[in-house]
């Protein structure tokens, strides 16, 4: 009695599909989803004002060494010394 069955759960979305109509619960879906995407936009915007990126390190070890053009590869060398 205490748990819910799969028409216990078909009888509440018809319920609200009748109360609330199709055309505003997809409103509703449609605004939960721009609020996850700017949730995620400002997380983003918040790690980019801190100067560490953790999804690309490399970047955020010398950005000045960055290259604007994608076909240019820039490569450091350095002497390696034997003993």
Do not use: C, Y
């Amino acid at each position: 009695m205490g748990s819910m069955s799969i028409w216990h759960w078909v009888i509440v979305l018809v319920v609200v599909v009748l109360l609330f109509g199709t055309k505003k619960l997809g409103n509703v879906g449609s605004d939960i989803g721009k609020a996850v995407k700017g949730f995620k936009d400002g997380v983003k915007g918040e790690e980019e004002k801190s100067g560490a990126n953790p999804a690309n390190p490399a970047s955020a070890v010398n950005p000045a060494q960055q290259v604007a053009d994608k076909s240019t590869i820039d490569v450091e060398t350095r002497e390696k010394h034997r003993s």
